[in-house]
């Protein structure tokens, strides 16, 4: 076994320790729906993140609850959410106050994982402007750590849904070093997440955005 692999053995295995311990905790290991205003469906994909945190109980043995929960910026149980996430196809806004918030709890060991459902990532861009104006988004190369946290991901994130025949892309924001933003572009993982019957996508594409999916929540947890 050479260092690579072992380096990601041992980095798997914090994972697990991670999520094992939040399952373990007064509540069960959630990941939170952020709820924004501009109009755009802050709330599509109802099944997927109940389908992604059955998939990471199934493979880690963790324990998830069935339903998610939402939060929005303005509520104080945002702090207590280590990985929130989001998506859409319409507007974002954040207001200034919001994007203090978001800030803060970024900056104090949130995480956030933003996913284009096709239409929202001209005005994340701009919001994410207002909560990191000295930070970009960076794209992601397919040797990041978020790519074999768990699965080994070698190819990077992966084409879920075709859009514009452009490549799926994996950008993140970093603060100290530790990435913050995880954001997926042209990818469209929240479909991969949904039941079956939604989109009718093969079992082997939705499996690969699960993966992708658990690889991020595990990185946010570990890193």
């Known amino acids: ?106 900056t104090n060991g949130g995480f956030l994982f933003a996913d284009d459902n096709y239409g929202i990532d001209k005005s994340f861009r701009r919001e994410m402007k207002k909560v990191f104006p000295d930070k970009e988004l960076v794209l992601l190369p397919k040797d990041h750590p978020v790519f074999s946290s768990v699965f080994e991901m070698s190819d990077g994130i992966p084409k879920i849904h075709e859009h514009d025949g452009k490549p799926a892309e994996a950008y993140g924001i970093f603060h100290e070093g530790r990435l913050v933003v995880f954001y997926s572009y042209q990818s469209d993982l929240g479909d991969g997440w949904e039941d079956e019957s939604v989109h009718n996508d093969p079992e082997s594409i939705r499996t690969e955005a699960l993966k992708m999916g658990t690889n991020v929540v595990a990185h946010a947890l570990t890193h």
Not at 59 to 86: A, I, K, N, Q, W
């Open 1 to 106: 076994m050479n260092l690579r692999q072992i380096y990601r053995v041992l980095c798997v295995l914090l994972a697990l320790f991670v999520l094992t311990a939040a399952a373990h905790a007064d509540e069960l290991f959630t990941i939170a729906r952020l709820k924004y205003e501009g109009g755009g469906d802050w709330y599509s994909n109802p099944s997927s993140l109940p389908n992604l945190m059955a998939f990471i109980s199934r493979h880690t043995g963790v324990m998830t609850p069935d339903e998610e929960r939402v939060v929005e910026l303005s509520d104080e149980e945002l702090f207590c959410c280590p990985v929130v996430y989001m998506n859409g196809h319409g507007n974002v806004t954040f207001s200034q106050n919001d994007a203090r918030t978001l800030r803060r709890y970024l």
